[in-house]
C-alpha cells in the first residue's frame, strides 16, 4: 500500500490550501485515513482523521478552519485548510489505517511529507 500526497507550498496568513492523499496498492478495506503534521522542534500531532464510518476528528488548533473529506472510490482523503495561521506551518503527513490483500489485518501506513508554511 503506497499513499501519494500532494498540496502545500507557501501560503500567506488567512489564506487556504488543500491538500490530497491517494492511497493505492491492493487495498481490501480503509478503516481510517488522516492527517499529521510535524513543526521544527515539535512533535507530530494528529491535525484530523475521518472513519470508515464517516466520523470526523480534529485537533482544538484547527476546528472549525479545517476540514477533512474523503472519496471513497479514490481512495483519497482531502484536507481543505481555510484561515491559515503561521503557527500552521509544518510538514504534513497523510496516514491510513489499511487492511490489504496482502495483510489482511489492519495495518498503518504513512506518504511522503509535504510542506505547508504560512508566511505572516
Known amino acids: 500500500v503506497q499513499l501519494q500526497a500532494s498540496g502545500g507550498g507557501l501560503v500567506q496568513a488567512g489564506g487556504s490550501s488543500r491538500l490530497s492523499c491517494a492511497a493505492s496498492g491492493r487495498i481490501l478495506f480503509i478503516n481510517e485515513m488522516g492527517w499529521y503534521r510535524q513543526a521544527p522542534g515539535k512533535q507530530r500531532e494528529l491535525v484530523a482523521d475521518i472513519i470508515s464510518d464517516g466520523r470526523t476528528n480534529y485537533a482544538d488548533s484547527v476546528k472549525g478552519r479545517f476540514t477533512i473529506s474523503r472519496d471513497i472510490a479514490k481512495n483519497t482523503v482531502y484536507l481543505q485548510m481555510n484561515s491559515l495561521k503561521p503557527e500552521d506551518t509544518a510538514v504534513y503527513y497523510c496516514?491510513?489505517?489499511?487492511?490489504?490483500?496482502?495483510?489482511?489485518?489492519?495495518?498503518?501506513?504513512w506518504g511522503q511529507g509535504t510542506q505547508v508554511t504560512v508566511s505572516s
Open positions: 496516514q491510513a489505517e489499511v487492511a490489504s490483500l496482502v495483510l489482511s489485518e489492519l495495518n498503518t501506513y
